[in-house]
């Protein structure tokens, strides 16, 4: 049973169109993340929500949006794709715990976006 | 804020040789220092991690000593084997519950 399930894991599409990529954990963590990582495999946070709230807002073009219905879901809208989208986006998630430590992160698999 | 420095790659060994990956980093206080490994086609999974000051953690072979005196956390196995080449990260967290990872180590491991 997958703990971080992310769809699709390949996607390839045209410069200007909308896509968007799923994410789904069945861990009963309370704070979801998207991260990017580029060719050269540099990882860099995107989003990351806490209990369907918004916590972290990297520099992140608008053009990108996370949703959150519930906390074990975080999808990620792009709108207008650009070459440079091009890279493969992990969700993870992950349990804050008590007495402020911080617990590990849980990743998907990734979904590798290619856009042309 | 915190910061993490580790070792680029790549790097290339043969089977049974000993492995060191280098991660120094910069923080405030003192976090869990994390190393995550990333199989070919996979996401990131937890290797292995420390708590505390002094504390070893430790998996499949790996070890990692949370050194204070020198903020390191290096990344050591003492035989490597083909099934271990993957790229490697060293990590901890940045503010709230986000990390911030290392640029990644990959390493190759022929027979």
């Known amino acids: 049973d997958t703990a971080v399930s992310q769809t699709p894991k390949y996607l390839v599409t045209q410069m200007g169109n909308d896509k968007s990529i799923k994410c789904e954990q069945n861990?009963?963590?309370?704070?979801m993340y998207w991260y990017k990582q580029d060719s050269k495999k540099f990882l860099k946070i995107m989003f990351s929500y806490n209990n369907k709230e918004l916590i972290i807002n990297e520099t992140v073009p608008n053009r990108f949006s996370p949703k959150s219905p519930d906390k074990a879901h975080l999808n990620l809208h792009i709108n207008s794709l650009e070459l440079g989208d091009s890279a493969v986006y992990f969700c993870a998630s992950s349990q804050y715990l008590a007495g402020g430590s911080t617990g590990e992160l849980f990743f998907g698999e990734g979904s590798r976006l290619t856009v042309l | 804020g915190n910061s993490v420095t580790q070792m680029e790659g790549p790097v290339t060994l043969s089977e049974e040789a000993f492995l060191t990956i280098n991660c120094t980093y910069t923080a405030t206080g003192y976090p869990s220092l994390f190393w995550y490994v990333q199989y070919p086609g996979e996401g990131l999974q937890l290797l292995l991690k420390?708590?505390?000051?002094?504390d070893k953690g430790s998996n499949k072979g790996f070890e990692a000593t949370y050194r204070k005196e020198t903020t390191s956390f290096h990344l050591e196995k003492g035989s490597v084997q083909v099934s271990d080449s993957a790229v490697y990260f060293c990590a901890l967290p940045l503010y709230g519950q986000n990390f911030v990872f290392g640029p990644g180590t990959r390493l190759s491991v022929l027979p």
């Open positions: 861990l009963g963590h309370d704070t």
């Open positions: 420390a708590t505390k000051a002094d």
